[in-house]
């Protein structure tokens, strides 16, 4: 078997292009701009760059896009007051705080320091409870596009296996939720997980976020499961240069499976689509307006 390959690069295009549609109906209909402020501490450059094309994609959706570049040594209450001015703004719906914070910040202080209903990252206390017990939430962004990848493919999800590999609290976790609230069967797989290529074998749907390169391989995968390859791991190619790998073995495993994202192309570009797509919903919820249809879960 050939898997399909999910193309999540033409995916989150579509994403972007109903949420840019959507915002010019906001402002044609309703005078209203949809903002997003961005907060980066420090100069950790894959942040850096993270920071940018999420300034670039918002703007492009026709957003406000507002970055507050802040230095390394910030202290937590200079922090926490930007954070709260931000929460007062109402030309802000969204406020992300990139991580990791600079070790002299705590994270789950600040990141429970944002409004709620402006969490568009979805890692608030409140939002992690909303979406555990089945409530409407802000949800994390790559959890999201990766539900809304299987969607598409598979239509409905309802009594299929799905494995997780990983229970991080910003994809494992609330994947596996995500997952359960669509009916799946859902288990939760780890570094402790006994006999994990047997579990892996068993699943219809397959969500790798492990954070090492190439570790699912061929034999792990079910014939005709559904692959989504979360990882983004840079290794050594050929000649020295480096290149980007999942934590799926792309070559072996998209022999055996059905369906399988790829990396680059796959997972990646949805997590700044859904961003953008959470910044409209909490526009909308916090103007009393229907949400757009097909941009949360
Ligand atoms: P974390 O390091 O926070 O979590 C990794 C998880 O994998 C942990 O639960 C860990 O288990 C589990 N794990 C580690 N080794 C093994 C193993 N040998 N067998 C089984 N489970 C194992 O990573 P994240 O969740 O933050 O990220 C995972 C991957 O996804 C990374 O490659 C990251 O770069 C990528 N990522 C991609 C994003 C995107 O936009 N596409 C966004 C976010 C992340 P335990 O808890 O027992 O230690």
Known sequence: MT?????????????????????????????????????????????????????KQTKEAGMLSVEHKLSPDTSEEDLLKLIADLNADPSIHGILVQLPLPDHLDSDLVINAIDPAKDVDGFHISNVGLLGTGQKSMVPCTPLGCLMLLRDHLGSLSGLNAVVV????????????????????????????????????????????????????????????TVIDVGINRIEGEGGKTKLVGDVDFESASKVAGAITPVPGGVGPMTIACLLANTITACCRANGLPEPEGLTA
Not at 4 to 19: L, N
Not at 22 to 42: C, I
Not at 199 to 205: E, G, K, L, S
């Open 166 to 225: 990983g229970r991080s609290n910003i994809v494992g976790k609330p994947m596996a939720q995500l997952l359960l609230g669509d009916s799946c069967t859902v288990t939760v797989a780890h570094s402790r997980t006994k006999n994990l290529q047997d579990v892996v074998r068993a699943a219809d749907i397959v969500v790798a976020a492990v954070g090492r390169p190439e570790m699912v391989t061929g034999d792990w995968i079910g014939e005709g499961a």
């Open 3 to 55: 898997a399909q390959i999910i193309d999540g690069k033409a995916f989150a295009a579509t994403v972007r292009a109903k949420v840019a549609d959507h915002v010019a109906r906001l402002q044609a209909d309703h005078g209203l701009t949809p903002g997003l402020a961005v907060v980066l501490v420090g100069e950790d450059p894959a942040s850096q760059v993270y920071v940018r094309s999420k300034g």
